[in-house]
């Protein structure tokens, strides 16, 4: 059975930007910087950090149609900073053979804990 993994990120709220990542093997990993960043440079971040940290043929969740369009390449990417996320991501799920699915954002594991406070 594969691995599954939900991420979700947050842009600036005048305080802080977040992402978390929750593994069905229970383990969390919320983070958050004192930057402003967009939501989708945040759904980024949970992205590579989920990437780096998956087994081989996990399956990975995001509510964010625009990542998972983008790093498919079924959608242009028109920031460039952008751009350097999804093309490592694209290698990243190449070599570990992971899966990158949308969900709508009930589904979503990460999205729920992400609005909890720590």
Known sequence: MANKIWIDGSGWNGRVSKYCIVFNDGRI??????????????E???LL??????EEE???YSDS???V??????WKIRKEHLLRYALKARN???????ELK???????LAGNLLEQKK
């Open 69 to 74: 369009e983008q790093v498919a390449g079924r």
């Open 92 to 98: 990243l799920i190449r070599e570990k053979r992971v």
């Open 58 to 60: 996990s399956i990975i």
């Open 44 to 46: 980024y971040m949970a």
């Open 49 to 54: 950090k989920a990437l780096e940290l998956c």
């Open 29 to 42: 990993i919320k983070r958050e910087l004192e930057e402003e960043r967009t939501n989708n440079e945040m």
């Open 102 to 108: 949308w969900i709508p954002r009930e589904e979503n």
């Open 65 to 67: 149609r625009l990542v």
